[in-house]
């Protein structure tokens, strides 16, 4: 967790089948590495595979391969793991990246990746094909980051606007056409960490999680329609916090990061698990002095 207007970055998306893996962001200390976890909380593996730099990560729709964000000096790259032979294929260099790329989106048929950079004036979307063609910029004049691309081809985003405030949004891939789903208030002078807003859209692109910060320092878990109808708080704890959820592949679980007090120093965001209305919450990981933050749920497709 990074005070002052950071936490759970990347973006995460999640697509229709049966419900495999989930990758998450493990940080302890200074260290960073990506992981998959099995819902039950077994099988626990790295997943960035001879990359200790791994950022984010990010499923194909056939949950056969995973995006990577691997970080670097200045400037990043995205490769593509095979899962199965664990054999990478860099999608975009690091000579050809505007930036240190982070919080990916994989296109619904597998053939392009949405993912955000840090401009000098604020956040940035891009889009790449997978074969590293057709690099486009699609944020102008919009500060956006934490893209998921939906089963609809529609991709859904967090805006930053005036004094912190930050609103959900909706686009075409090449930007254009957005809608806004939701605003949040902006934050008060008081607190002294802000989460950013990380929406994700279920499998049959009917519903929208996000974790946000709505007149309250901690963040809860919400759910709405894409029209902006249906709010709902699927969480709602006391003094702690939650963020980052995504909704399983089959559309009826929703993980998401909790963030856990501990005896001694920050509090710890541990994964959990509840059904998508909010009910039989359980917890995946129990670890202290150690941050885990999901990123994305395997489809498993016959």
Not at 29 to 48: E, F, K, V, Y
Not at 78 to 103: K, Y
């Amino acid at each position: 967790m990074l005070a002052v207007a950071v936490a759970a970055s990347p973006a995460i998306a999640t697509f229709p089948g049966g419900n495999g893996d989930i990758a998450y962001l493990k940080i302890g200390g200074s260290s960073l590495a990506m992981r998959a976890i099995a819902p039950d909380g077994t099988g626990d593996h790295q997943l960035s595979v001879g990359a200790s730099d791994a950022v984010d990560a990010e499923y194909t729709p056939d949950g056969t391969s995973a995006v990577i964000a691997e970080s670097g000096h200045r400037r990043g790259r995205i490769v593509l793991l095979d899962l199965a032979t664990s054999d990478r294929t860099v999608i975009l260099g690091r000579r050809d990246a505007p930036g240190q790329p982070f919080s990916l989106g994989v296109s619904p048929d597998g053939g392009s990746v949405v993912f955000c950079v840090f401009a000098r004036r604020g956040y940035r979307l891009y889009t790449v094909d997978v074969d590293g063609s057709n690099l486009t910029r699609i944020s102008f004049g919009t500060d956006d980051c934490h893209a998921d691309w939906g089963s609809n081809n529609r991709i859904v985003a967090s805006e930053e606007i005036q004094r912190g405030a930050q609103q959900v949004v909706t686009m075409a891939p090449d930007g254009s056409d957005r809608e806004v789903v939701e605003t949040m208030p902006p934050p008060e002078a008081r607190w002294n960490v802000i989460w950013f807003v990380v929406p994700n859209w279920a499998p049959d692109a009917s519903r929208i999680v996000f974790g946000a910060q709505r007149n309250r320092v901690y963040s809860d878990i919400f759910a709405i329609d894409p029209d902006g109808a249906n709010l709902s708080n699927l969480t709602g704890t006391r003094r702690r916090s939650e963020y980052g959820p995504l909704f399983s592949p089959d559309g009826a679980l929703v993980a998401f990061t909790r963030e856990q007090p501990v005896r001694r120093g920050p509090d710890a965001g541990d994964l959990w698990l509840m059904d998508a209305d909010g009910a039989n919450v359980t917890r995946i990981t129990d670890t202290e002095r150690r941050d885990e933050y999901s990123r994305s749920w395997q489809a498993i497709v016959p």
